[in-house]
């Protein structure tokens, strides 16, 4: 047989962020795809309709209510789950903002969030992973094609995302022989709730759709089974390198 199935049986997954948006959706189709889902959020009431929608399905879920800015709870909270095989270090934001009119706590929320929490979480689910050689594990870290390129009025998500891509490659490069491959996925705009509020205004609409060739939006479906085939032995040679699902936008 050549062609490998995605069976994510007797896994467990962590996803952060995995109440909203991009996060929710990985969280539903890892599920979909047979893993045990340990879905962090700092919200609640959106762990508890995630939870929902998988039993739906007969998926499992563990909820973690948290907040990744938060260390020792992070860590604490952690501590407690005994296995982690795939990582979705995805909790992320963004404020866009003209260079010079960049606030202080703009930038340093998302250094945070987008960087900060991500080398966290990724390093506690690293010290995990190792206690269980035996079984691989694939971390994906959630980037963006401004990991890639630059745009206007998005200096600091640039900064944090090239970092991203940056830690992705030597993670990638030292834990290859530890049986963990990190890789990241780069995703152009995407039909969420946030970015459905940003397209409120028509001119920046405009701009988006002109800048990616294949003129669409992606799917929160497009990008989680981007995620999916990463945290699958389908891609087993894969480490250290980014899955651009951005239309075409950094082709140029």
Not at 26 to 40: D, H, K, N, P, R
Not at 49 to 60: A, H, M, N, V
Not at 111 to 134: E, I, R, S
Request: proline share 2%.
């Amino acid at each position: 047989m050549y062609l490998q199935k995605i069976n994510f049986k007797n896994k467990y997954a962590l996803v952060t962020g995995a109440g909203k948006g991009l996060g929710r959706a990985c969280a539903l189709a890892l599920a979909e795809g047979g893993a045990t889902v340990v879905a962090l959020s700092r919200t609640t009431k959106d762990l508890s309709s995630l939870e929902k929608e998988i039993k739906k399905t007969k998926g499992k879920i563990i909820k973690v209510n948290c907040d990744v800015m938060n260390y020792s709870s992070l860590k604490q909270k952690l501590d407690k789950i005994k296995i982690i095989d795939i990582l979705v270090n995805n909790a992320g934001t963004n404020i866009p903002e003209p260079f010079e009119k960049i606030k202080q706590e703009s930038m340093n929320y998302m250094v945070d969030l987008n960087l900060k929490a991500a080398f966290n979480v990724a390093q506690l689910v690293v010290k995990k992973m190792l206690k269980n050689k035996k079984r691989p594990g694939s971390i994906i870290n959630m980037s963006s094609q401004l990991g890639h390129v630059g745009w206007v009025d998005r200096n600091v998500y640039n900064m944090t995302k090239f970092g991203l891509e940056g830690l992705t490659k030597g993670m990638g490069v030292e834990l290859a022989k530890k049986n963990i491959r990190v890789n990241t996925v780069a995703p152009t705009f995407v039909a969420t709730p946030m970015v459905k509020n940003f397209f409120k205004n028509k001119d920046f609409k405009k701009k988006v759709l002109e800048r990616i060739p294949m003129g669409k939006l992606a799917t929160e479906s497009d990008i989680a089974t981007a995620v999916c085939f990463l945290a699958s032995s389908a891609s087993s040679m894969i480490t250290g390198t980014s899955i651009l699902v951005d239309g075409g936008w950094t082709a140029q």
